[in-house]
């Protein structure tokens, strides 16, 4: 794909679009979960399932808040630092007219995504009376991003950048998708991954399509000064430290006993993927290098040779 045969979404997100068609999600008061369990195996470990089975919902709470808390970082302060410098046409490759339209929807649908999500943030603290334990300033892209940026020349910053950014749009879409389809929560959280879902899709297209655009074009030794900053950026998106670190800080809030605490924390230690070809979101990973035809290029290929099949 060039520049030239770019097609705007402009009607879509007029029809579809979550900020044009959807009402706003309420919080339940019911039985159901407010946060999968298996988004947090730390409620299912052993010592947890023993010592402290009346902290469940507590935990899921906050977790759940930690969740909503990536997704306005995210949202706000990473997709939409990009999407913004393209719709301005302040990005270092020209996109045509119909690309920068398209990245001011994509700033309006974030920004609104992160308002819905602090909007069901407060009613879920307004339900259940837990406040927040204190939630990370950063998420894994904060440091991912600013990683990969520092391995290649200033003039490609911006186009690492956009790279990064579509890399996680992309595994982002199929991690709310499986959040959507989870039986076991409440309605309300299930109708707001599904909100959100509608507009990723979407997103995920779009970044997609933009990397295309950009990489076709780009001389080959721009090319193999970004495929060389792609592994430094998958280990530091794909790791877990961030979340590990939460886990600890809210295993002091759930046991008052110094001996069950450590027990937690031996367990939460465990609960990590590696970082390798069977980590659970590097097919995602995989599927948007093929995509957006980065995978066709040898220099890509050579740099993620650790990761592919």
Request: hydrophobic share 45%.
């Amino acid at each position: 794909m060039n520049a030239v045969d770019y097609c705007s979404f402009a009607d879509a997100w007029e029809e579809r679009a979550t900020i044009r068609t959807r009402p706003r999600r309420q919080v339940e008061d019911d039985q159901r979960l407010i946060y999968p369990l298996s988004r947090q195996p730390l409620v299912l470990s052993a010592t947890f399932v023993r010592e402290c089975p009346q902290q469940r919902d507590f935990a899921l709470v906050q977790s759940l808040y930690k969740f909503i808390h990536d997704v306005v970082i995210f949202e706000t302060e990473i997709v939409n630092h990009t999407a913004s410098a393209i719709a301005r046409g302040r990005f270092a490759h020209d996109f045509p007219f119909a690309c920068r339209y398209d990245a001011m929807t994509v700033v309006v649908d974030e920004d609104y995504h992160a308002l819905v999500a602090m909007d069901f943030m407060q009613q879920t603290i307004e339900l259940t009376g837990i406040t927040p334990v204190a939630l990370p300033s950063e998420i894994e892209l904060s440091r991912a991003i600013p990683a990969a940026l520092a391995q290649v020349p200033e003039r490609l910053r911006q186009a690492a950048e956009l790279i990064c950014v579509a890399i996680a749009e992309n595994t982002l879409t199929n991690d709310v998708a499986a959040f959507a389809r989870d039986t076991s929560v409440k309605e309300s959280v299930k109708g707001l991954m599904a909100d959100h879902l509608q507009d990723e899709g979407r997103h995920a297209t779009f970044w997609q399509r933009l990397v295309r655009i950009y990489w076709q074009a780009a001389p080959a030794d721009d090319q193999a000064s970004l495929a060389h900053m792609l592994p430094t950026f998958i280990e530091r998106y794909l790791t877990n430290d961030i979340q590990k670190a939460f886990d600890l800080a809210l295993i002091e809030h759930l046991h008052p006993d110094p001996a069950v605490r450590q027990a937690l924390r031996e367990e939460a230690q465990g609960l990590a993927f590696p970082i390798s070809r069977q980590h659970p979101l590097l097919g995602n990973i995989l599927r948007f290098f093929k995509g957006s035809s980065m995978l066709d290029s040898p220099c890509v290929r050579d740099a993620l040779v650790a990761y592919l099949p």
